[in-house]
């Protein structure tokens, strides 16, 4: 924990180690344009492959877990806050709810526990299999982003007075929790934007697909990136359509 009682080294350490981070994945699209390679970039390479084997930093899990008395998925690395970079410079730090959202549409996360309220209490769901996908279309000459998060949905506990059999319960529960999903996607873009930093790679992304149309607008491309069009899909669906009866947690607090 970088942002608790820890030395006083640890931000600078923290902070260099994701600047370098964000140095390999420069490196990495530097690569798949076919550009030549140094050695101070086959040394960043190096570096990035590590870091993304044993640190594994871009895996999140909830901060705060009180109403999940399950045992939570062991493989997780705690994070508060995931640092912003344009070029080698840091411009600033995201939020918790904001990393969820850059790690959900980059799929670096596999598993994440939602909260979802109802009128009659509230039910806790895991989300796992997590499949995120960004295509290009073109719309009148101008691409448009289309974010396609999927995945299955596990109820884990259930607070109140809800029917589980009841299919169009599960369907109310998947759409809060899609929508869930959604809202922190749509706060990553919007941080993204503000910053003028492609977090996502949607420059790559188009270079990849389209190179003669990002070659023509590259030059501006991270200060263009409020003028890009983004939609943003998600399709969980809850796995353990089953009663209340089972072995998850239900709880009907009077």
Same mark, same amino acid.
């Given at each position: 924990?970088? %942002? &608790? ?28 344009? /076919? =550009? ?11 570096? /990035? ?5 044993? !640190? *594994? ?6 901060? #705060? ?21 344009? /070029? !080698?410079?840091l411009v600033d730090y995201a939020s918790y709810d904001e990393s969820l959202g850059?790690?959900?549409?980059? /799929? ?10 109802? +009128?009659? &209490?509230?039910? $806790? ?12 279309? =073109? ?11 999927? &995945? ?7 607070? @109140?007075?809800? %029917? ?9 529960? !998947?759409?809060?929790? %899609? ?9 990553a873009i919007d941080l993204a934007v503000k910053n003028k930093s492609d977090i996502? &790679? ?14 023509? $607008?590259?030059?501006?491309?991270? *200060?263009?990136? @409020? ?8 399709? =969980?669906?809850? #796995? ?5 009866? %089972?072995?998850? !947690?239900?709880?009907? +607090?009077?």
């Amino acid at each position: 924990q970088v %942002n &608790g009682k820890t030395r006083s080294d640890h931000r600078t350490i923290m902070n260099t180690m994701i600047q370098l981070y964000a140095s390999y994945k420069e490196t990495l699209e530097k690569q798949s344009m /076919g =550009f030549n390679m140094s050695n101070w970039d086959q040394k960043l390479l190096k570096y /990035g492959q590590r870091f993304e084997k044993e !640190e *594994d930093i871009i895996k999140i899990e909830e901060a #705060k877990l009180e109403n999940l008395e399950t045992s939570t998925p062991d493989n997780y690395v705690k994070l508060g806050e995931f640092a912003i970079f344009k /070029g !080698e410079k840091l411009v600033d730090y995201a939020s918790y709810d904001e990393s969820l959202g850059i790690n959900i549409i980059n /799929g670096h996360i596999n598993q994440m526990t939602i909260n979802l309220d109802i +009128d009659s &209490g509230y039910v $806790v769901v895991n989300t796992s299999s997590f499949n995120s996908k960004i295509d290009i279309d =073109f719309i009148s000459k101008k691409p448009l982003y289309k974010i396609n998060l999927s &995945g299955e949905a596990r109820i884990m506990e259930v607070n @109140g007075n809800i %029917n589980l059999e009841d299919p169009d319960v599960i369907d109310m529960l !998947e759409k809060k929790a %899609n929508k869930k999903i959604k809202e922190y996607a749509s706060l990553a873009i919007d941080l993204a934007v503000k910053n003028k930093s492609d977090i996502f &790679g949607f420059g790559l992304k188009m270079y990849q697909n389209y190179p003669k149309y990002f070659n023509k $607008v590259k030059k501006n491309w991270n *200060d263009n990136l @409020g003028l890009l069009d983004v939609s943003i899909k998600s399709k =969980f669906l809850i #796995k353990n359509k089953v009663s209340s009866k %089972n072995s998850m !947690e239900v709880r009907h +607090d009077k």
